[in-house]
């Protein structure tokens, strides 16, 4: 595009038809293929000119928990089907001031609930490799329009995991920034203090690249961090001088797919054959986290997810006698059995006579799981893990049973818990050709460090 060969409507229109081409994936609820072709147009013109912005060129899919204003915000639920934002969330606007184009908007597993994709209110998304197995979840269509070449990159949200297990399962790039870096304001939220907005990408250059722009602080968001925002594309291809690498021992039990294992024996040799430090590492309370991020998101959903009554907005149920009853209708007919059984785990844990022995104690294990990072990160930079304990699952293995589905996200939800940031990057693929990912853990708010260690692994393992 730069020296005029390919025009940038051209790329654009180029995606509209490879989405066109792949319906079966699933992966986009909304295509805004002409208005996107329309911004391309004063896109190319400012680049031209030599006005353009940092994304002039990029063709970005948007995950449809993130508010586009005048666009259909759904959730992939039926309870918002028909639902218009009336703003731009933070990072839109940012992306927009930067010049990127919007594509569209992709599916979900509804409210972000999920680990595999299946529990989207419209149509499960596709692997984009194999049609029979799941993507990830819940981000599962920004992992495949960037896997199945839909998009240049894409955002999705990350509560315990929903960006790095999806990016593992479909061998592409995806990070989960620090709890803060990235203004939630216009992010629908399921887990308030676990939710976090993130890129997806081909690499990790074009992740980098896209956290410098939609990073920062925010006043329209309370838990936005006042932190300074570096240039995460600075000296990104050359490797740190020096680096400690913790391995948590905890991490590689028997559950782990061998080739998984492989994957970061030979993640751990590039380390040290490059003259790091890796050494092994305990971290002690992750046998609880599955249970402690369940419990708390659980328990934030229901608080969440009160407001989708039928009363204000959304899907309302016809035909109700009184307001108890409409309510009731309206819920049951508007949300999905996974929507369901997490508002009622949480409210059960919220309430009397529970909230002591589930969610308070939950909170005060949070603590020390957070204790545990901070400890390890006082004698390590970065730390190594499988992303995932498996690589990509078969559609309806794990539907009918919620706690193996769960376990799915064993290795990711303690970033989330911890609020640290966290790196899925591409490590080859099974016996199968399925991909696999690797997991890079680092300490808060330096992702500088970690988008540089991601990089020297990526570039090692082509």
Known sequence: MTSGELSLPDLVEFYARRIEAEPSLN????????????????????????????????????????????????????????????????????LLAADAIILGKTNMDEFAMGSSNENSAVAPVHHPHDPER???????????????????????????????????????????????????????????????????????????RLLNVISGHDPMDSTSAPDPVPDFTQNLHTPPESLTIGLPVEYLSDEVQPEIVQAIETAKSLFADAGYSVREVHLPMTEYCIAAYYIICTAEASSNLARYDGARYGYRAAGAQDLEEMYRRTRSEGFGKEVKRRIMLGTYVLSAGYYDAY?????????????????????????????????????????????????????????????????????????????????LLGRPFDEATLLRTAAFLESHLK
């Open 359 to 439: 969610y308070r104690r939950a909170l005060k294990v949070r603590t020390l799981i957070r204790r545990d990072f901070n400890q390890v990160f006082e004698a390590c930079d970065v730390l190594l893990t499988p992303t995932t304990p498996t690589t990509a699952f078969r559609m309806g293995e794990k539907v009918q049973d919620p706690v193996s589905m769960y376990l799915s996200d064993i290795f990711t939800v303690s970033a989330n818990l911890a609020g640290i940031p966290a790196i899925s990057v591409p490590a080859g693929t099974d016996a199968q050709g399925l991909p696999i990912g690797v997991q």
């Open 134 to 208: 799941v993507p990830g979840g819940s981000s599962g269509g920004s992992a495949v329009a960037v896997a199945a070449d839909l998009c240049t990159a894409a955002l999705g949200s990350d509560t315990g995991g929903s960006i790095r297990q999806p990016a593992a399962f479909c061998g592409v790039v995806g990070l989960k920034p620090t709890y803060g870096r990235v203004s939630r304001f216009g992010l629908v939220a399921f887990a308030s203090s676990l939710d976090q907005i993130g890129p997806f990408g081909r690499n990790v250059e074009d992740v980098a």
């Open 27 to 94: 992966a986009f609820l909304d295509v805004y293929a002409e208005e996107a072709i329309d911004r391309a147009r004063q896109v190319q013109e400012k680049w031209r000119s030599g006005e353009a912005a940092p994304l002039a060129g990029a063709v970005l899919a948007i995950k449809d928990n993130i508010a586009i204003q005048g666009k259909k915000l759904t959730c992939a639920s039926r309870i918002l089907a028909d639902f218009v934002s009336p703003y731009n969330a933070t990072v839109i606007e940012r």
